[in-house]
């Protein structure tokens, strides 16, 4: 039989489509494992529910010719944390420190990369990305924090903290069980209306970031902006820009590592957690109204 590694989707193949790519590309074309080496599951994807990354989690204990798992996100993480004796990689957590998953501290199957969601410099650098492309105030800084949940408790004070000086900003949390359209609804309709929107990602506002961008963008004025920490929200879900880690790089780097460990040349709790280049695209609604301008001015001139 042949050794395996686990791919546990968090969101669905299609959000995970250019990971799965960047991991395969690695993993088969550069280290010459074979295309049936690499088992996906659960099928489908979880869709950010607990249950289903805790299925596929056992499922994977289970099989025997399964090696060693990658997936992505830090409740999926913490999930094969509690739940896998196998080794396994997180190609992308939002903080290992803050997520209670060190590896060699906080336990020793398991390793992978820091997307620097909650890094002080990167959410600057994000905050300042927004403020140079035509985010305005006022702002919300929106993600799942209930109960002081880390890393987003720390990622969305950080960034509270560096659009404070540019205007009205308060915090939103959102859980599985709200209602994004009424959130979105109870945005605009405050006092003067919010006009952007900071998202602190996690699997389950990937899978439903559409649906928070139809309705931070519909329903005519107000328009709401929203910003993200991965491209495929915009370049797949309609935000309007994002700032971050580039997370093609975080799945090449796992390969990689779950090679290392399938192996036997390198044990999780001894490899050290690695990070990815940080970038960004798109922009505010708002600029792209200005550069309609120019040509309408130069139509009148003829």
């Known amino acids: 039989m042949v050794d395996k ?85 997180y190609a992308s957590v939002g903080d290992p420190a803050l997520g209670h998953l060190l590896p060699g501290v906080d336990g020793t199957n398991f390793t992978g990369g820091n997307n620097r969601q909650a890094d002080e410099a990167a959410v600057q650098a994000r905050v300042d990305y927004m403020l140079g492309h035509g985010f305005q105030a006022p702002f919300v800084v929106l993600g799942n924090n209930a109960n002081g949940q880390e890393p987003f408790q720390t990622a969305m004070t950080y960034a509270k903290k560096y659009l404070e000086p540019h205007g009205a900003v308060q915090l939103q949390t959102i859980t599985p069980q709200d209602s994004i359209p009424t959130i979105i609804s109870r945005l605009k309709g405050q006092t003067p209306p919010i006009k952007s929107i900071y ?39 309609g935000g309007n820009a994002w700032f971050g880690s580039d997370f093609d790089e975080l799945f090449e780097k796992a390969a990689y590592y779950a090679h290392e460990i399938m192996n036997h040349t390198g044990t999780p709790d001894k490899m050290l957690n690695y990070i990815a280049t940080l970038s960004g695209g798109g922009a505010a609604h708002t600029s792209k109204k200005g550069s309609k301008k120019k040509p309408k001015k130069n139509k009148k001139k003829k």
């Not at 010459?32 to 994807?45: A, D, E, L, R, T």
């Not at 439903?208 to 797949?236: C, R, W």
Request: charged share 20%; proline share 4%; hydrophobic share 35%.
């Open 5 to 89: 590694v686990g791919f546990l989707i968090t969101t669905t193949p299609g959000d995970w489509q250019d990971y799965i790519d960047a991991f395969t590309n690695v993993w088969v074309n550069k280290l010459k494992h074979s295309n049936n080496s690499i088992q996906k599951g659960p099928s489908g994807g979880a869709h950010g529910n607990d249950k289903d990354i805790r299925d596929a989690a056992r499922a994977f204990e289970a099989d025997s010719d399964v090696k060693v798992i990658v997936t992505a996100g830090t409740g999926a993480a913490l999930i094969c944390k509690a739940e896998l004796t196998k080794p396994f990689v």
């Open 199 to 237: 998202v602190c990602g996690d699997p389950y506002l990937t899978v439903n970031s559409k649906l928070l961008n139809d309705e931070a963008h519909a329903h005519g004025t107000p328009y709401i902006d929203t910003m993200f920490e991965i491209k495929e929200h915009v370049n797949q879900h």
